[in-house]
């Protein structure tokens, strides 16, 4: 928890979270029902870190993320010409 809140949390904030983590793992351990709930919906197994992040842009029109940063790309690049052409105006 410690590792996690100096990423991810100002200094400032962290003794927040502190607290709420002793208050919520209190109120687990006196409800087995809530605790059980959330065990399930935790990974059964291993989690590829590979496959984290390949897709964007969900659904029926899908994109992975290297077809995003080429689009990203070519989006800037258009935009800096379309800069220059404007500038030689």
């Known amino acids: 928890m410690e590792a996690l809140l100096t990423l991810a949390i100002p200094e400032e904030n962290r003794d927040i979270y502190r607290e709420r983590y002793k208050v919520n793992s209190k109120l687990l351990e006196q409800n087995s029902e809530l605790e059980e709930s959330i065990i399930e919906g935790l990974a059964k197994g291993k989690i590829d870190m590979n ?3 390949r897709k964007v842009f969900l659904g029926e ?17 258009a ?4 800069t220059l052409d404007n500038r030689q105006k």
């Open 61 to 77: 029109d899908g994109i992975t993320g290297e077809e995003y940063r080429n689009g990203v790309r070519i989006i800037e690049e």
């Open 79 to 82: 935009l800096k010409e379309e």
């Open 51 to 53: 496959k984290i992040g």
